[in-house]
């Protein structure tokens, strides 16, 4: 554990610590906390040390109380220095290891960051600025892969100048087919030596329907 920790049996001088800007120059039990956390209440210089001591009550690992060191506060800003979020005070002791890290910010892209991002306590106040750019929600990028859609005609008025023109619905063609039908029944009521044949009949029927589809074309 390093020149910090000394085999102490209650019964012999210590050194002195030297004071220095890690250590404060005492001795401190560990208690509940780790070697390098000590949360013990004994905090006595050597001398202190071995007049306190007191047998089973005082037993414990003690190690060199190191210096409160001086806080890092970690910023949030944008270019402008502005805060754009909760600023952070990291505490420990002069010695210990501190890190830092950039937080995802709605609005803002994160750019740079000025100071030690992670480092070591000291017995000086440390800064670490993150720096963002605020975002421009404006601007929408168009996407290449998705092309305008070109406008539907509208054909609701269609139908209607349409529908007079279909066969089953002009009246020029209804009046042909009525003269064809008329022409047929007149040539059937005459006298058998004036009748034509089936055949006739069926030739002047075709023969007019092939004229109203003509008709039709050159309309």
Known sequence: MGTNIYLFYGDENLPEIKVTNMYTGKWQNVGNGTVDHPTGKNIWSSSELINNYRGLDDADTYV???NEAADVTVRYVDENGKAIAK???????????????KKDIT?????????????????????????????????KPSDPSQ???????????????NTSEQPGNNSTGNDVMTNVVEGVQSVLTKTAAEKVTLAGIVSVVLASLVGLIVWKKRK
Do not use: C, L, M
């Open 147 to 161: 092309p305008a859609k070109p406008d539907t005609p509208d054909h609701s008025g269609d139908n209607n100048s």
């Open 64 to 66: 060199w109380q190191k």
């Open 87 to 101: 600023s952070e005070v990291k505490s420990g002791n002069v010695g210990d290891r501190y890190t830092t890290e």
């Open 107 to 139: 609005g803002y892209t994160f750019k740079e960051v000025q100071g030690s991002s992670n480092g070591e306590f000291t017995d000086k106040a440390q800064t670490v600025t993150y720096i963002y750019t605020k975002n421009d929600d404006n601007v």
